[in-house]
C-alpha cells in the first residue's frame, strides 16, 4: 500500500502564518527598548544646525552671573496653557518662581506589541527632546496667632514655598523608535502629526505640594492630577512624578510617567492579524528644571 507523500494544506498553512508571524516580529519588533527613564537623564544634543532638534533660547540660569547659560526649549505650536498662566499670577502672593525644561530633556511613549498571538512580545518605545514645560511656585508667609506662653516677639512667619503649577507640551510628529516603519504609522493614522502635532500634560488645578515636601537629598514620589490632550482631544490623567532637587546650575530633576488609554482619545488601535498592539501605554518624561527670569510672554493673549 502506498502512502501518500503530500503534506497537508493545513500544516502549509500554519507554517506559513508562523513564517509571517516572525517576519513580522523581525521587521516590526526585535530589539531591546530602552530601559525607563531615569532621574537628571538628558539626552546629548547635537549642535549640528541641520540636525532637527528642538529650538534653544538661550537665557541666564539665574541671578549669578558666573553660573553657566542655560538653554531651554521651545517649541512650536507649544504655549503656556492659559489655566497654568491664571494660577501662576492671578493669585496674590510674596514671590513667584518660573522653572522651565532644559534642553537635552526628553519624552516619550511606550506601549507593548504582542505578536504571533502573544507567544512573542515587545516594548514600542519612542522618545523626543522637542519638549517645552514649567513649574512654577509661590512663596509667601502664614501667619497665626501665637499661644499665651508665647512671646510675640519671637514668634516667626517662616515662608510658605507651594508646587503651585506644572505642564509639558512635546511635539509628537519628532517622535522616533527604533522602527521607521512603526513611525509611519505613529506619525500618519495613528497620532495625525499634520493636524495635531504637539501633545499636552497640564496639572489641575493647581498642585497641592510644597517644595518642603522634596528632601534636600533624595528624591519623593507624588501623584500628580491633570489634564492630558493626544490628538487633539483632552482626559483626565494621573501623573506619578518623582522628583529630586537638582545640582547647579539646574533646580529641580524629575521623571513621570502618565498612564494612557487610547481609546479615550479617540485614537483608533492599529492592530492587525500579525501584530496586537494593547490600548494602554504610558507616557514617560524626564525633565530638568532651572530657574527662568523670563515672564515678559506669560502676559499675552
Not at 517576519?23 to 531591546?32: C, E, I, M, N
Not at 525644561?101 to 516594548?123: K, M, Q, T
Not at 510617567?257 to 485614537?267: A, E, L, N
Request: glycine residues 10%; proline residues 7%.
Amino acid at each position: 500500500m502506498e502512502v501518500s507523500l503530500k503534506p497537508k494544506h493545513g500544516l502549509f498553512i500554519g507554517i506559513a502564518v508562523v513564517v509571517a508571524a516572525v517576519g513580522a516580529y523581525l521587521v516590526f519588533g526585535g530589539g531591546d527598548a530602552p530601559a525607563e527613564l531615569t532621574l537628571g537623564e538628558r539626552a546629548v544634543i547635537d549642535e549640528d544646525p541641520g540636525t532637527p532638534t528642538s529650538e534653544g533660547v538661550g537665557s541666564d540660569a539665574g541671578p549669578s552671573t558666573t553660573m553657566t547659560p542655560i538653554e531651554f526649549n521651545n517649541v512650536m505650536g507649544c504655549n503656556v496653557p492659559p489655566r497654568i498662566r491664571e494660577a501662576a499670577y492671578n493669585i496674590a502672593d510674596m514671590g513667584i518662581g518660573r522653572y522651565s525644561v532644559v534642553e537635552g530633556s526628553i519624552a516619550g511613549y511606550r506601549v507593548v506589541e504582542d505578536f504571533i498571538g502573544g507567544l512573542a512580545n515587545v516594548d514600542a518605545v519612542g522618545r523626543t527632546t522637542a519638549i517645552q514645560g514649567d513649574l512654577f511656585t509661590h512663596t509667601s508667609f502664614r501667619w497665626w496667632a501665637p499661644d499665651e506662653e508665647d512671646d510675640p516677639t519671637t514668634t516667626t512667619a517662616p515662608p510658605d514655598t507651594s508646587l503651585v503649577s506644572y505642564w509639558f507640551c512635546v511635539d509628537v510628529a519628532s517622535i522616533k523608535s527604533d522602527k521607521g516603519s512603526r513611525d509611519n504609522r505613529f506619525r500618519g493614522p495613528i497620532m495625525d502629526t499634520a493636524n495635531f502635532p504637539v501633545a499636552t500634560f497640564v496639572s489641575v488645578p493647581v498642585t497641592s505640594f510644597l517644595d518642603s515636601d522634596i528632601p534636600e537629598a533624595g528624591p519623593t514620589t507624588l501623584t500628580v492630577p491633570g489634564f492630558l490632550t493626544l490628538a487633539g482631544k483632552g482626559h483626565a490623567a494621573k501623573a506619578s512624578v518623582t522628583i529630586q532637587r537638582a545640582e547647579a546650575p539646574h533646580y529641580y530633576e524629575l521623571v513621570a510617567q502618565v498612564p494612557v488609554v487610547f481609546s479615550d482619545f479617540g485614537i483608533d488601535n492599529p492592530s492587525n492579524t500579525v501584530v496586537s498592539v494593547r490600548d494602554e501605554g504610558l507616557i514617560e518624561v524626564s525633565l530638568t528644571f532651572a530657574w527662568n527670569p523670563a515672564e515678559t510672554d506669560l502676559f499675552t493673549e
